[in-house]
Antibody, heavy 119, light 107 residues
Framework: QLQLQESGPGLAKPSETLSLTCTVS??????????WGWIRQPPGKGLEWIGH???????FYNPSLQSRVSISVDTSKNLFSLNLSSVTAADTAVYYC???????????WGQGTAVTVSS | DIQLTQSPSFLSASVRDRVTITCRAS??????IAWYQQKPGKAPKFLMY???TVQSGVPSRFSGSGSGTEFTLTISSLQPEDFATYFC?????????FGQGTKVEIK
């Protein structure tokens, strides 16, 4: 059974770069027809799609974050990563990684990791 | 960006009630809509795709319909485990966007 697990620091300081990793187990990240994405949810609010990557390296980002976000993939380690630069308190959220099945939806999710941006 | 507006935002219902949630898109998105269920402190769960196709393992009391700009998620007979927040998501145009959510609570 495919599982995704986020990891990374739970606290970041303003202006720093937030780095999170999603480790995929129970299946290969190099599977055609699936993208690997990041979604976040500020406390008490809705979901925001951040972006996704294909195992070949192609990426799509939310334009609202595009200047600060980078997603990369390491197929040898079966993981993908999120970098978000120049963070502010507005980036405080639970960050989820998920597998995206083509244009159908996010069918497998990690449990989420809470990140607080504070000095 | 395509805006998705869910109605209602909050719904109070009883077990065995029939519940319908609507998701309206700011422009036509064909049938590229997905629905998720989220319980407190948990990741969203993928319920439905392509507007009306129920994901494997999801109970048959869940159904979906719609195309273009208006979509519905229906729970035919609400069960205790269905009390949660439901989100729609469009996958027709980047960036993918979500509705604001509909919280279904026990009356």
């Amino acid at each position: 059974q495919l599982q995704l697990q986020e990891s990374g620091p739970g606290l970041a300081k303003p202006s720093e770069t937030l780095s999170l990793t999603c480790t995929v187990s129970g299946g290969s990240i190099s599977t055609p027809n699936y993208y690997w994405g990041w979604i976040r949810q500020p406390p008490g609010k809705g979901l925001e799609w951040i972006g996704h990557i294909y195992y070949g390296g192609g990426t799509f980002y939310n334009p609202s974050l595009q200047s600060r976000v980078s997603i990369s993939v390491d197929t040898s380690k079966n993981l993908f990563s999120l970098n978000l630069s120049s963070v502010t308190a507005a980036d405080t959220a639970v960050y989820y990684c998920a597998r995206q099945w083509m244009y159908y939806g996010l069918d497998v999710w990690g449990q989420g990791t809470a990140v607080t941006v504070s000095s | 960006d395509i805006q998705l507006t869910q109605s209602p935002s909050f719904l109070s219902a009883s077990v065995r009630d029939r519940v319908t949630i609507t998701c309206r898109a700011s422009q036509a998105i064909s049938s590229y809509i997905a629905w998720y269920q989220q319980k407190p402190g948990k990741a969203p769960k993928f319920l439905m795709y392509a507007a009306s196709t129920v994901q494997s393992g999801v109970p048959s009391r869940f159904s979906g319909s719609g195309s273009g700009t208006e979509f519905t998620l229906t729970i035919s007979s609400l069960q205790p485990e269905d009390f949660a927040t439901y989100f729609c998501q469009q996958l027709n145009n980047y960036p993918w966007t979500f509705g604001q959510g509909t919280k279904v609570e026990i009356k």
